[in-house]
């Protein structure tokens, strides 16, 4: 959860980068948007996991998923 939340704020940190850089050079902002869709993608692939993983862990416990 905490590296989760870590990527969160990183992200939220670029997002706020990015639109800075973008009013003040837009070519600038174009060159970074590649690596912002990047870690952007990263984060949310691992959010998904993360529930994924949750949801699993919680069947697990109630008995619902079989270990074969």
Do not use: P
């Not at 902002?29 to 959010?47: E, H, I, P, Q, R």
């Amino acid at each position: 959860k905490e590296k989760l939340t870590h990527g969160v704020s990183v992200l939220n940190r670029a997002l706020g980068w990015l639109m800075k850089a973008g009013m003040a050079d837009k070519d600038q902002a174009a060159a970074s948007a590649t690596a912002f869709l990047k870690l952007f993608g990263a984060v949310t692939l691992a959010y998904f996991w993360s529930v994924s993983a949750m949801t699993a862990e919680k069947k697990i416990e109630k008995g619902e998923l079989c270990n074969t």
